[in-house]
């Protein structure tokens, strides 16, 4: 079975990859497995905050970051038939898709090409270009 890696953030270009990915998955004689990863930046350590703010809260709030990311992506598989399994993972985060799909075997990753950070973008490149650059994977970026 095809394992495919679909990292998203809650943004246009994340849904029009899951679109995409939905019509080449039909292109399978099998119905590929589905992994829709959402990957939050650490929140920077700051000292003393510790005792203000408890981990757990901390990592309620990336669930539920995660959670309202990974939703319209986990409906639009929903409809068009598949069963996804979502991931949550904290790190910087084309390093963190490229790892989780290295850890996991997975076959192909589908990424679409502008996130939720434009600014990001222009300063840093693209986390689709870093993860093209990174993976041993096969990559398929989505306009």
Known sequence: MTKILLPVDGSKSALSAARKMIELAKLW???????PLYVHLPIPSVRGVGLVIGKSAVQRYYK?????????????LGKAGF????????????????SYAKRNKMDLICVGTRGMTATGNLV????????????????????
């Open 64 to 76: 539920e970051e995660a959670d309202a990311a990974l939703e319209p992506v986990l409906k639009l």
């Open 124 to 143: 840093m490149g693209s986390v689709a270009t870093k993860v093209l650059h990174l993976a041993d994977t096969p990559v398929i970026v989505v306009r």
């Open 29 to 35: 004689a099998e119905s590929p497995e589905v992994t």
């Open 83 to 98: 069963t996804a399994k979502p991931a949550m993972e904290v790190g910087p985060i084309a390093e963190t898709i490229v």
